[in-house]
């Protein structure tokens, strides 16, 4: 049943949107009704440890399980949480992948979590899973970062495609992240009298012009510039533009 909503397989919708597991006089035929069983968080050894992991929460475990089988169904590797909280508890930064986050939970709420890691420097990508349309909720959402705000029942394959796109821009903040830690690193290894010969360098100026304005030899000059390409490990001024260095008259990292 491809591209048919998670939540429309698993059966008639409860009295307040949540859903329940079919009966099973509802079920395809051949098909095996789920188990009532609550789903734990838990590593999966049999994964790489660098492979990006979805972190699913949401109160329902219908939709946690649901969630879950598709995902994996996809190839993803998978972690189920019952609350914000318990998500909290495990949840390791410096571990890739990506949150499917349910909006309306006991406690705190989706959008609550949301803030939390974005009060604590933590950019990890959100797709935001509803049962209630509400606009101005699905705005903030968006606008505070999160890939996605998909209305419950959703399509499987719109989810696995949100999800998609999620890991991928966790893959490409890492790798910024990186650069940029890098770059730092090598920055912090020039005197300061050096930084300043290299922000100069940046805006253009000739090594005689540093040397009139910094009051200092030209060969004096020519040995810092060494230094600097030395120690920033790059052959020219345009490798180092390439590395996305600012000087400090403009936009720091």
Same mark, same amino acid.
């Given at each position: 049943?491809?591209?048919?909503?998670?939540?429309?397989?698993?059966?008639?919708?409860?009295?307040?949107?949540?859903?329940? #597991?079919?009966?099973?006089?509802?079920?395809?035929?051949?098909?095996?009704?789920?188990?009532?069983?609550?789903?734990?968080?838990?590593?999966?050894?049999?994964?790489?440890?660098?492979?990006?992991?979805?972190?699913?929460?949401?109160?329902?475990?219908?939709?946690?399980?649901?969630?879950?089988?598709?995902?994996?169904?996809?190839?993803?590797?998978?972690?189920?949480?019952?609350?914000?909280?318990?998500? #909290?508890?495990?949840?390791?930064?410096? @571990?890739?992948?990506?949150?499917?986050?349910?909006?309306?939970?006991?406690?705190?709420?989706?959008?609550?979590?949301?803030?939390?890691?974005?009060?604590?420097?933590?950019?990890?990508?959100?797709?935001?899973?509803?049962?209630?349309?509400?606009?101005?909720?699905?705005?903030?959402?968006?606008?505070?970062?999160?890939?996605?705000?998909?209305?419950?029942?959703?399509?499987?394959?719109?989810?696995?495609?949100?999800?998609?796109?999620?890991?991928?821009?966790?893959?490409?903040?890492?790798?910024?992240?990186?650069?940029?830690?890098?770059?730092?690193?090598?920055?912090?290894?020039?005197?300061? @009298?050096? @930084?300043?010969?290299?922000?100069?360098?940046?805006?253009?100026?000739?090594?005689?012009?540093?040397?009139?304005?910094?009051?200092?030899?030209?060969?004096?000059?020519?040995?810092?510039?060494?230094?600097?390409?030395?120690?920033?490990?790059?052959?020219?001024? #345009?490798?180092?533009?390439?590395?996305?260095?600012?000087?400090?008259?403009?936009?720091? #990292?």
């Amino acid at each position: 049943m491809r591209g048919a909503g998670i939540l429309a397989r698993l059966g008639r919708a409860g009295d307040e949107g949540r859903a329940i #597991l079919p009966a099973s006089d509802d079920l395809e035929p051949g098909r095996r009704p789920m188990r009532r069983v609550e789903h734990r968080p838990a590593v999966r050894k049999s994964m790489m440890p660098d492979s990006p992991t979805v972190f699913v929460v949401d109160d329902d475990p219908a939709v946690r399980r649901a969630v879950e089988l598709l995902l994996r169904s996809a190839g993803m590797m998978v972690e189920t949480f019952r609350t914000a909280d318990e998500f #909290l508890a495990v949840y390791e930064p410096a @571990r890739a992948g990506c949150l499917v986050l349910d909006v309306d939970m006991p406690g705190m709420t989706g959008p609550d979590l949301q803030d939390k890691l974005l009060s604590q420097g933590l950019s990890i990508p959100i797709v935001m899973i509803t049962g209630h349309g509400d606009v101005p909720l699905a705005v903030g959402a968006v606008r505070k970062g999160a890939v996605d705000f998909l209305l419950k029942p959703f399509d499987d394959e719109v989810l696995v495609e949100r999800v998609r796109q999620a890991i991928d821009l966790d893959v490409r903040q890492r790798r910024k992240a990186a650069h940029e830690a890098a770059l730092r690193t090598r920055l912090d290894r020039l005197t300061p @009298r050096e @930084r300043e010969v290299l922000d100069l360098l940046i805006a253009g100026k000739g090594n005689k012009e540093i040397a009139l304005q910094l009051g200092l030899s030209r060969k004096t000059i020519d040995i810092h510039r060494s230094h600097v390409m030395m120690k920033l490990g790059v052959d020219s001024l #345009l490798d180092v533009a390439k590395m996305g260095y600012i000087p400090a008259s403009g936009k720091e #990292l």
